[in-house]
């Protein structure tokens, strides 16, 4: 049985600039040359020379528009309702993601490469991150990697030591997310995370609606 790691992608972002977002062709993933700051342990796979091919996977799963690429993170979940889609317009907080995303690299270059292009359409102040962990089986250990997001096209991988504050920051408000999808699922009667009978609230709705 695979142990799918959680993504989730979190920024402040006026309505305007998301909807902008949502509907223009992504970046490719080559286009950044950071990629091996995510770190982990991929057997057989090098850094240096086996990025290509997964580039080549990573553009294609982007598609034609960002929508198109939020859409297939939120198909990733086990179940409609381990999804979230958000925007919060008090707060112009846009939150997107899975507790059941995938352990693969090409998907995780994939993901953190959708939502690093949010950072082209946020300005000023507007911050947020994009974060990667084995949230259902890490015993609260398992983060892969954490993405800072700012204004005016920024993103960088954090660093757990050098950047303690913010990856310890953007770790925790992942959580309390992760964790309130998990208590919600539980909520609908749910014992086996897996179970896709009476799936609930669709994350993909949510994302539908956002027009």
């Not at 970046?27 to 580039?55: K, N, Y």
């Not at 310890?168 to 749910?190: S, W």
């Not at 179970?195 to 539908?208: E, N, R, T, W």
Request: aromatic content about 14%; overall charge negative; charged content about 25%.
């Amino acid at each position: 049985m695979s142990e799918p790691y959680a993504a989730l992608a979190q920024v402040t972002i006026e309505r305007a600039a998301l909807i902008s977002y949502l509907g223009a062709p992504p970046r490719t993933a080559s286009q950044w040359d950071d990629w091996s700051r995510i770190g982990g342990r991929w057997h057989g796979f090098s850094w240096e020379s086996d990025l290509p091919p997964v580039f080549v996977k990573a553009d294609r799963w982007l598609g034609d528009s960002y929508r198109h690429a939020v859409r297939s993170v939120l198909e990733a979940s086990e179940a409609p309702a381990l999804g979230r889609c958000s925007y919060d317009e008090a707060s112009r907080r846009f939150t997107f993601g899975t507790l059941t995303f995938s352990e693969n690299l090409n998907d995780i270059v994939f993901f953190f490469a959708a939502a690093r292009g949010l950072a082209a359409y946020m300005r000023d102040a507007e911050s947020g991150f994009a974060l990667v962990r084995n949230y259902l089986w890490d015993n609260g250990s398992g983060t892969l990697a954490v993405m800072g997001i700012g204004a005016e096209g920024y993103s960088h991988f954090l660093d757990a030591q050098d950047d303690a504050p913010a990856y310890e920051q953007h770790v925790r408000d992942a959580t309390a997310v992760f964790d309130e999808l998990y208590g919600g699922y539980a909520k609908l009667g749910r014992m086996e995370i897996f179970d896709k009978l009476k799936p609930g609230p669709s994350a993909i709705d949510d994302l539908d609606r956002l027009r």
